[in-house]
């Protein structure tokens, strides 16, 4: 049963701490996406992939976030240094090309970050 | 600029009786609309999609969507709701002719189904 994973599943972490977020795409899939939940502004896209290339990261703070992917198997989300604000459901989703037309996104089950 | 507006927070609906969810988009072209819904303390999963042809789409579990151009509107809908459906429902917009693939998702409604 093909399934993106994220790790780690929860973080509690203090200010200033980084944090580093992996997901691990469905085999095949070529695009992957970074999404932040918060209750305040629902579901916001940070970043995402094609080909392991950016396309587009206008969504994240450049100050403090980055995303890459080392490879087509893992793809990261750093946050140096974190702040309370950072606190939220971060969640991967990939897809099979062309995820703009199948529209199916597939999502991990986020990992729930709590920065005191 | 690129949207999806979900005019409601949440809905409450009686078990049994039909279920809307609304949803409104703004982008230019031809857009492509999503459904997905979200368990508690899970990822989100993809309900049904809207690309061409047809105005009423079907998913999974019984819902469908009605794509309406001239409103560019694409409610959720379900003839008659079960308990079970109680979970947040987001949709989502991918612009057509997008070849970026970036997919927009609104802010989400969550559906309580009473018994």
């Known amino acids: 049963d093909a399934r993106v994973t994220q790790t780690p599943r929860h973080k509690v972490t203090e200010m200033g701490q980084e944090v580093t977020m992996r997901c691990q795409p469905i085999l095949g899939h070529n695009t992957v996406f970074w999404y932040r939940q918060t209750m305040m502004q629902g579901l916001e896209l940070l970043a995402y992939f094609r080909n392991r290339a950016p396309l587009d990261d206008s969504g994240m703070p450049k100050d403090r976030f980055s995303a890459e992917m080392p490879d087509a198997t893992l793809a990261t989300l750093k946050i140096q240094p974190s702040e309370p604000r950072d606190s939220a459901v971060y969640f991967c989703?990939?897809?099979?090309?062309?995820?703009?037309?199948?529209?199916?996104?597939?999502f991990g089950e986020g990992s729930r970050l709590t920065v005191l | 600029a690129q949207s999806v507006a979900q005019p409601e927070d949440q809905v409450n609906v009686a078990e049994g009786n039909p279920l809307t969810v609304k949803c409104t988009y703004s982008v230019s072209g031809n857009p492509y609309l999503f459904w997905y819904v979200q368990y508690p303390n899970r990822g989100l999963q993809f309900l049904l999609k809207y690309i061409t042809g047809d105005n009423l789409v079907k998913g999974s579990y019984g819902f469908e969507a009605e794509f309406n151009k001239s409103q560019t509107s694409f409610h959720l809908k379900k003839p008659s709701a079960l308990v079970s459906d109680s979970a947040l429902y987001f949709c989502a917009v991918s612009p057509s002719g997008n070849r970026d693939d970036k997919i927009i998702f609104g802010k989400g409604t969550r559906l309580h189904i009473l018994p």
């Open positions: 989703a990939s897809g099979p090309p062309p995820t703009g037309h199948t529209g199916e996104l597939f």
